[in-house]
């Protein structure tokens, strides 16, 4: 498959379950509703070593925001249901809890139950109000700067980690620019995160290591320093691979996340030395969720 | 399609009790096991048909047409579904009520949703005595659901109120919220009586443009920002909403008191007047201050 010039390898992608919620985040205006949400996906990029895989998703329309505020929506993903729960309670506690003008709230609702204010309540000393308003319950600590509203609880949902393509380039500087356009045109997608920083992954691993201590490491049939002395699977002329990764509440999402970021490296990859679009996966043996890249393109 | 009718076919002479004539109740029944269902009045117990002419609808709303002042415990159990009353209710309106929605179209009499568990209740007319209070030696009131009156209420509204919303647009009787344990109460006009003598935790919020009076156990009002009025605002009707759009946005400052500190509550009184200054704001530095210029005055 050949889009605008571009090689589309006949390859797939494969994807692991995971877990995941969303919380909405609001502040006084949208500069204070980002840095909560930037503070508290922090150093979430993947579960081998944060806890989390966790992303701003969007921002929100005023229509959207619980209580009329600038809002941000963040996802955050995990590998059990009780995992998530200590990682979003810490992260909203340390980070969100901590910022001036913040409440948050649940934006999913399924039958699967999460802590969150009923965790955080604590911290209000006995002095925490709870109120139910149509059968949601929040919490309000009393803060310095009056009070953090926190909702009681939030919602989990099966959820797809771990959809992806790399794009190979003549150079650094045209994967990154291929990617940026992915990107640009990715963020507008709801219920998908790419955790990297900026979306991108420069590190793809494989699985194992010859050091015993650790599971994975550098892919270097991808790595073109390596091209002479390893199996490589970079293209002549390919000096660069990048790797977008993304996090999704379902197969679908991910899938349309993936087709749009690829279709937009591929406009704007050519002039940039963009050469070929590839996925990787692990022989399709440990992930039950496998996004072939033709069906995705079709 | 028009709900389910009871078209009621006499003037009430004794009470009767409705209660558990409801649309969940009714839903599965036939026309002639409507007409049959046992309806308890002060004397004996007779049949709804006695009482009610019967015209089959949309079995998830039940339209309840006549004076029903006479009329108790209407919405008693409901879990689901509409009731529209045309004409007044009895007392005990909403009695055990968790689910669904009631509107009437005139007035209700005592304990309206004194046992409110869940869904909600408009009252377009005014309410008796008790509205979403507890009854004499039961401990608490309405539990959950929102009522909105839009007339005025009797004495005792919500008296040991433990949760839910209740709006009241009209004036209220003599003392509000007394010993309210939790739960939102919104005043639109304002009482003259003394609101939330021996309350424990909830909030009430006074949306008049006069000062609440306020019992002698609440703090001295502060002014703050409460992050949680947009959220209580947003749960209410839409007249309540376009009403106070400008004051109730989020950093909006409004007026707080703490109380009844008499009984160690943590309830709160919230208004949007300017506070007058009705306590000393010295503070210790200032009293330090002061001592030191009137010992300096007087050559100490």
Redesign the interface.
Known sequence: MIINGIEIEDTFAEAFPMTATRLIITAADRYWALRAAEAMTGFATSVIGCGCEAAIERELDERLSPDGRPAISVLVFSMSGKELEKQIVRRVGQCVLTCPSTSVFSGLTTEKSVALGSKLRYFGDGFQISKLIDGRRFWRIPVMDGEFVCEDSTSRTSAVGGGNFLVLSQSLTGALRACEAAMDAMRSIPNVIMPFPGGVARSGSKVGSKYKSLSASTNDAYCPTLRPITNSRLPAGVSAALEVVIDGLTEADVIRAMRVGILAACDAGKRHGLQMITAGNYGGKLGPFHFHLKEVLS | MSGLRLRLRRPLEDRINLFGIVPDQLRDLSLEAIAALPVANEATEERLSDWFDVFDGDRSILKLEGDLSRADYIGGGMRDGTIELTGGAGHFLAEGMRGGRIIVTGNASDYACSDLRGGSVVIEGSVGRCCAAARPAVRRGMR?GSVTICGDAGEQLCTRMR???VVLYGTAEGDVATGMI?G?LVLHSHVEGVIGAGMR?G?ILVLSDRMPFRHAGFTAAEI?????L???V??LDAKSQALFADQL???SPVSRSLGDRAVGG?G?LIWFTPIIKDESTYTPAQLIADDHEADVAFGA
């Open positions: 959950g949760r839910g919303i939790a939102s935790r909030t703050v920002e409460l992050s949680y947009p959220l209580l947003r749960s946005s989020a950093g943590m709160e």
